[in-house]
């Protein structure tokens, strides 16, 4: 089975500029999360997806972020305009279901310096 | 979900078993008790979990103790390879957005 996969594996920006992350879950499976991990800490979760609608987005910061999952597969996070604070990895995971007895599947993130 | 307490680091020999402990005394019933660990620059990947009863795979055992209040995952014959970020998470039954702490970072040495 193919894994959780996400582009590009890495980006550099310069603050207030625009970036885009994309993620391909493991087919068939109905929720999608994306995570911010900081250098030295634990995943974050940003946000959850149940097929295309938003389970729980309230660990992101709405002013600059937004991530949209048309037709219920892919999926896209943006940030806009980025700050310095935002450089971190930004993970992909997929579970077939909402349920707590199904793992998440993640994928090896994108590392994402702002300068 | 449960808060987990676990130790910063943790150091093992190459061959040995890896035991490493895990705090959840707040757990409810409906919790289980998830292990992942994250390689240096890839994504956090799935070892095991398990609810009330210990639990194996190919890749480790999962012990909870009778109160479920503490659990261990032990790695049988650790190797170089396993040298990583260990977490141990609480989840509810009915949802799976995983709440990561800051883990045991495991030293596997030669």
């Known amino acids: 089975e193919a894994g959780v996969a996400q582009s590009p594996r890495y980006k550099i920006i310069e603050k207030r500029q625009s970036v885009a992350f994309w993620c391909n879950p493991i087919?068939?499976?109905?929720?999608l999360y994306w995570y911010q991990q900081i250098l030295g800490q634990g995943p974050k979760l940003l946000i959850q997806?149940?097929?295309?609608?938003?389970?729980?987005d309230s660990q992101l910061p709405k002013d600059r972020f937004s991530a949209e999952r048309l037709k219920g597969v892919d999926s896209t996070l943006k940030i806009q305009p980025a700050k310095l604070e935002d450089s971190a990895v930004y993970l992909c995971?997929?579970?077939?279901?909402?349920?707590?007895?199904?793992?998440?599947?993640f994928g090896n993130g994108t590392r994402l310096t702002v300068t | 979900d449960a808060k987990t307490t676990q130790p910063p680091s943790m150091d093992c020999a190459e061959g040995r078993a890896a035991n490493l402990p895990c705090n959840h005394s707040?757990?409810?019933?409906?919790?289980?008790v998830y292990w992942y660990r994250q390689i240096h620059s890839q994504g956090p990947q799935y070892i095991i979990h398990?609810?009330?009863n210990n639990e194996t795979n190919e890749m480790a055992s999962l012990i909870i103790t009778e109160d479920r209040k503490s659990s261990t995952l032990i790695l049988p014959h650790a190797t170089l390879r396993d040298t990583a970020v260990y977490y141990c998470?609480?989840?509810?039954?009915?949802?799976?957005?995983?709440?990561f702490g800051a883990g045991t970072r495991l030293t596997v040495k030669p």
């Open positions: 998470i609480g989840l509810k039954y009915n949802n799976n957005d995983m709440r």
């Open positions: 707040t757990i409810s019933g409906n919790e289980y």
């Open positions: 995971a997929s579970s077939p279901t909402g349920q707590g007895s199904s793992p998440l599947h």
């Open positions: 997806f149940q097929n295309n609608g938003v389970v729980d």
């Open positions: 087919s068939g499976h109905a929720t």
């Open positions: 398990g609810l009330k």
